[in-house]
């Protein structure tokens, strides 16, 4: 009877809490649901974590909650027939070394009916940085909601810094560079981008998504920029492609990132919806795509971007490997 008005308790304690019980044996999924009322606190309360290890886990880069948002947490897990420690740690976002850290556990023998604590891993980050592989980015952008309507994709190349300037290891340097030449050589409020790709192939999200790239364009008219931008995302694409050959990694992720983001806001690449920086006068903000001559104009994201800078390359070699890359993301999540 006491171990019923435990139980009991503990029940309403979680509906009141308004976040469902973390403990219910072989709970096949570990995202919850973010709903009205919800904070990282009670979250995090009810899953016996933190806020700090929560945002870690789900690439926060504030405390904001939108409902719909979907949030990974550490789950508890009764040990079946066939499980391992890796099978699990793939299942559920997590590591063999999380799950033996979380257990106490010494080798990774584990036995039918054991309770086991699986905590997802957290993410690469850095302050407002984010640093993810293309399987991470594509959890992390699915998971997520945003207060704001994008309506187009602006595609650039960093041209400085280049490859020359990336060691395999130095992103977060990289990005904290370039922030800092954005906010204290241009006077901006962040990091001009939302992402950033890289030669390895990974992505950074930078400047939140809630908020405009702010610069992106560089225009000298700054109320049209500002129009331009206002439901826009930006990625810079790390290297110099009017001389550098993109890697097979980088190329792969710019395809599937900006598949992920058409997706996302419900878009199909087009000449509107994916816009190349070559295509917009710096000094009055029209968009003169490949009608350049006369106009001040540059070639980001580069002579060699997908076959080249045009409208033209972009129809031919770029939007369908988005198009065929948004049919599979598609396929898969069936």
Not at 22 to 33: E, K, Q, V
Not at 113 to 140: A, C, S, V
């Amino acid at each position: 009877m006491k171990k019923y008005v435990v139980l009991v308790l503990s029940l309403i304690f979680s509906i009141m809490l308004g976040v469902a019980p973390a403990s219910a044996a072989n709970n096949l999924r570990n995202l919850y649901d973010v709903k009205s009322g919800d904070t990282l606190w009670k979250v995090a309360n009810s899953y016996q974590t933190t806020v700090k290890d929560l945002k870690r886990i789900n690439g926060l880069q504030s405390d904001l909650l939108l409902v719909g948002q979907k949030l990974r947490v550490p789950i508890m897990y009764k040990v079946v027939p066939g499980d391992t420690l890796w099978k699990l740690s793939q299942t559920f976002n997590s590591t063999v070394q999380l799950i033996k850290t979380a257990n106490g556990l010494t080798s990774d023998i584990i036995y039918v009916g054991q309770q086991l604590r699986i905590p997802p891993y957290p993410l690469n980050m850095q302050g407002q940085f984010i640093l993810m592989t293309r399987e991470e980015f594509k959890d992390w952008i699915l998971n997520h909601e945003f207060t704001r309507k994008v309506g187009k994709v602006q595609i650039h190349h960093t041209y400085q810094p280049s490859y020359q300037q990336f060691n395999g290891s130095n992103h977060f340097t990289l990005l904290s560079g370039m922030k800092d030449y954005h906010v204290n050589g241009m006077g901006w409020s962040d990091i001009s981008q939302q992402l950033t790709t890289f030669p390895d192939g990974t992505v950074a999200v930078g400047r939140p998504f809630n908020t405009p790239p702010e610069g992106s364009f560089g225009l000298l008219n700054k109320t049209v920029m500002h129009a331009i931008e206002a439901d826009a995302l930006a990625i810079e694409n790390l290297g110099n492609f009017d001389d550098e050959q993109m890697t097979p990694e980088q190329r792969e992720t710019i395809i599937t990132v900006t598949a992920l983001l058409m997706i996302k806001y419900g878009l199909t690449p087009t000449i509107d919806s994916i816009t190349y920086h070559h295509w917009w006068d710096i000094n009055s903000g029209e968009r003169v795509l490949d009608n350049g001559e006369g106009h001040a104009i540059k070639t980001c994201p580069g002579t060699g971007f997908f076959g080249g800078n045009s409208t033209a390359d972009a129809k031919s070699h770029f939007y369908p490997l988005v198009s065929q890359k948004m049919q599979e993301i598609l396929a898969s999540m069936k």
